[in-house]
């Protein structure tokens, strides 16, 4: 209220000045409180034993508790009298009575009054209430307060001193009820004091009405709370509206009652319940913050403002929703008592066990978006319509991002000056991904930008197919139509061989071609150290990877998908149950999964029939030899003196072995080459190369005779005996 208008009123409310609620109803209320307090705090003086000071501001020392307890009946003839004889006590009692309580004036909803009037409140309820709302107004009432109360610790009233204050005492024995109607709607409610939780009555608790209900109750036109926005309910963009939810809707609650909203992060929530609230004629109220950070009872507060205001609540944040087995759940959702209606964001039916079942209504249910409305989302949102259509297709396939997300990126792609390149849409699509996977999983930074894969001719067919056919997904499934009939799954693949024959390298140039992101699972830590957590973990990890495409390499596949035995206990059991879920989700991945072993022929062969390709990584032959020595030779490497045709024929090791060997030898060289001061850095010897040769033959156990060494065998001998 501006000070012009308070200026207006005559007399105060509050003990400071100015101090209006904008309710004639709460302002007559407050009077009597701070009339009484006065009244209580001039006989604290007489009941101390002490005479008043000349200063009209001091107010009466502390004195023992107990003894004025005890006290109290002594006293209480006393006190009467004091109201009567004492000028002062005299003058305060008789302010009680001056004016009438206000009436006959249209009540506001959501104000004191309307309260009053809806729950049929009596005189000591609305005191009480008024109580509660003077320290929330009146930043001086807390020190009149812990006065009054003989404690300078407490600034809050209790129900004990609204016995002490009101005329007749028994009557705030009723609102004592922890289920009484200012508790129950979040009027009113017992404060915490250095750590304990009041749950039930305490007469010496203290009691608080919260700063948001109070601001309603006094200033019912007040704006709403901080991390509460109204949504916009006249430009819902959704014609159909779920008939039972808005039959359900119907009537005015008496308690709370949970709607869940189900559908995938970034789907039509909000428009959704925008058309909720219209077809019910009803506002409503979007809290955007993190309801697991607020603190404690803050949600209590919301909900009873949008009950005042008559508007439905909104948790657009995904709950984090506590298990019925914990023994102090964290606050979730609103007090039962509260009448509001609350729409929860879910993202999965398997939360609805966490909810209680008594408070919730139908669920509104919101299917993923189609390829379709991806599409058409796009196209809606992107202010420049001169963007390739064959790219939107193509990110519509790629990310599937829902509606809101879509749009999201849009609103940050037209802030862009100039044209929208394809460059920029990626590169926006990517940023908008949130892929934690978490530590079953890490990413993979591919390192063959340069290099081609080797394999014969028959594996490098089936390794162009596979990356072919990545790129032809969205024009198959949605060209030709072949999307609902396989669910727009992806591919997956198995690439199986010995050590360092290339299956790992093989995925990260597909990562290169596809430019997909690479994410490694190591499945054999994934049965180690998570028995009976595996689907769990597994889920997670395909939940983040379904929103965009990317290759998924699931190294040591043969630890998960090995030859099923016959069961013979509960964890055989589970494993199956495992094996057959990520099957399941495999084959509803809708990018690139890609299972790497090196024993095949361990495999289930149920297993592999349900892979889309199989590719066999043999160990190279001479001619895929020599290419692969003389790949991986480093750029800037003098290799003029390797004789590439002799190291391919002599010695047969995989890729992963050779590319290791290079990598001994150029170290070898480099300090070699210092050591004899030499001005030729990064030459690479056949010197160093034998060396190297020999080392990585001991490293894997297997020896070669000197004469498989030709003209080298000497220098091997030699090393034999150093």
């Known amino acids: 209220m501006t000070t012009t208008t308070a200026k207006k009123k005559k007399g105060f409310v509050t003990f400071l000045p100015n101090l209006w609620a904008d309710d004639q109803c709460a302002n007559y209320w407050l009077h009597q409180v701070m009339i009484r307090l006065r009244r209580e705090l001039w ?3 007489r009941e101390r034993g002490v005479q008043p000071v000349g200063d009209p501001a001091a107010l009466p020392p502390f004195s023992d508790r107990v003894s004025t307890t005890l006290d109290f009946s002594r006293f209480w003839a006393e006190k009467q009298d004091f109201y009567k004889s004492d000028p002062t006590a005299h003058y305060l009692t008789e302010q009680l009575t001056k004016e009438p309580l206000p009436s006959g004036k249209k009540i ?6 309307w309260i009053i009037k809806s729950l049929e409140l009596k005189n000591v309820d609305a005191f009480v209430l008024a109580l509660g709302l003077i320290v929330a107004l009146d930043s001086s009432a807390g020190s009149v307060i812990s006065a009054c109360l003989n404690d300078q610790t407490k600034t809050l009233p209790s129900l004990a001193l609204a016995q002490r204050l009101w005329d007749d005492p028994d009557q705030v024995f009723s609102v004592a009820d922890p289920l009484h109607a200012l508790f129950r709607f979040g009027l009113i409610r017992y404060a915490e004091s250095n750590g304990p939780r009041y749950t039930e009555a305490a007469w010496d608790a203290p009691i608080a009405v919260p700063p948001i209900v109070a601001k309603q109750l006094l200033f019912p036109q007040s704006g709403f709370p901080h991390g509460l926005a109204l949504l916009d309910c006249t430009k819902t963009e959704l014609s159909e509206v779920p008939h039972l939810v808005s039959i359900k809707l119907s009537h005015e609650p008496d308690r709370l ?15 959704i319940v925008r058309a909720i609230a219209e077809a019910n004629g009803k506002k409503v109220l979007d809290f955007n913050g993190d309801p697991d950070a607020i603190p404690e009872g803050h949600l209590n507060s919301i909900a009873t403002v949008c009950w005042l205001k008559d508007t439905y609540l909104f948790l657009s944040r995904e709950l984090r929703l506590p298990a019925k087995s914990d023994k102090h759940p964290a606050q979730s959702w609103p007090a039962p008592g509260i009448p509001a209606t609350v729409f929860l964001s879910l993202s999965e039916d398997s939360q609805l066990s966490e909810l209680p079942s008594d408070l ?4 509104v249910r919101i299917p993923p978006s189609t390829y379709d409305e991806r599409r058409n989302c796009w196209k809606k949102y992107l202010k420049d319509q001169t963007v390739d259509d064959a790219l939107i297709g193509e990110c519509a396939r790629r990310f599937r991002f829902e509606k809101e997300t879509i749009r999201d990126i849009c609103n940050t792609l037209n802030q862009l000056s100039g044209k929208i390149t394809d460059k920029d849409l990626l590169a926006a699509c990517r940023m908008e991904l949130d892929t934690k996977i978490g530590e079953l999983a890490s990413r ?11 394999l014969p001719q028959k594996q490098q067919l089936l390794f162009e197919e596979i990356r072919n056919a990545m790129t ?11 999307a609902q009939a396989w669910n727009e799954s992806g591919i997956s693949v198995l690439f199986a061989g010995p050590p360092g024959t290339g299956k790992t390298m093989a995925a990260e140039i597909l990562a290169i071609e596809l430019d997909l992101p690479m994410y490694r699972i190591d499945l054999s830590q994934v049965v180690n150290k998570y028995i009976g957590e595996t689907e769990k973990n597994l889920k997670r990890v395909f939940d983040a990877a379904d929103m965009s495409d990317m290759i998924l390499f699931f190294d040591e596949a043969d630890s998960l998908f090995g030859r099923r035995t016959e069961v013979s206990d509960a964890h055989d059991r589970y494993a199956n149950l495992e094996i057959s879920y990520l099957l399941e989700r495999m084959e509803r991945f809708k990018g690139l999964a890609i299972l790497a072993t090196n024993r095949k022929k361990d495999l289930d062969e149920a297993f592999l029939r349900r892979l889309r390709y199989i590719v066999d990584f043999p160990l190279p032959d001479v001619p895929e030899r020599k290419r692969i020595w003389q790949q991986v030779i480093p750029e800037h490497t003098d290799a003029s003196e390797i004789e590439f045709d002799f190291l391919a024929r002599q010695f047969q090791l995989s890729g992963g072995n050779i590319r290791s060997i290079v990598f001994n030898a150029c170290l070898h060289c480099a300090n070699e080459s210092d050591s004899k001061g030499s001005t030729h850095a990064g030459r690479l010897t056949m010197e160093g190369i034998i060396v190297a040769v020999k080392r990585e033959y001991d490293k894997l156990n297997r020896t070669l005779s000197l004469q498989q060494y030709g003209a080298y065998a000497p220098m091997v001998e030699r090393l034999g005996r150093d």
């Open 257 to 271: 009652r949970l709607i869940p909203v189900i559908g995938p992060t970034g789907s039509s929530r909000h428009e």
């Open 360 to 363: 919730l209504l139908p669920s």
């Open 108 to 113: 506001e909803r959501g104000s004191f009054a």
């Open 43 to 45: 006989w604290c003086w």
């Open 444 to 454: 993979v930074q591919p390192r063959f930008k340069n290099e081609k894969l080797i």
């Open 472 to 482: 032809s997904l969205t024009e198959v499934h949605y060209s030709w139509g072949t």
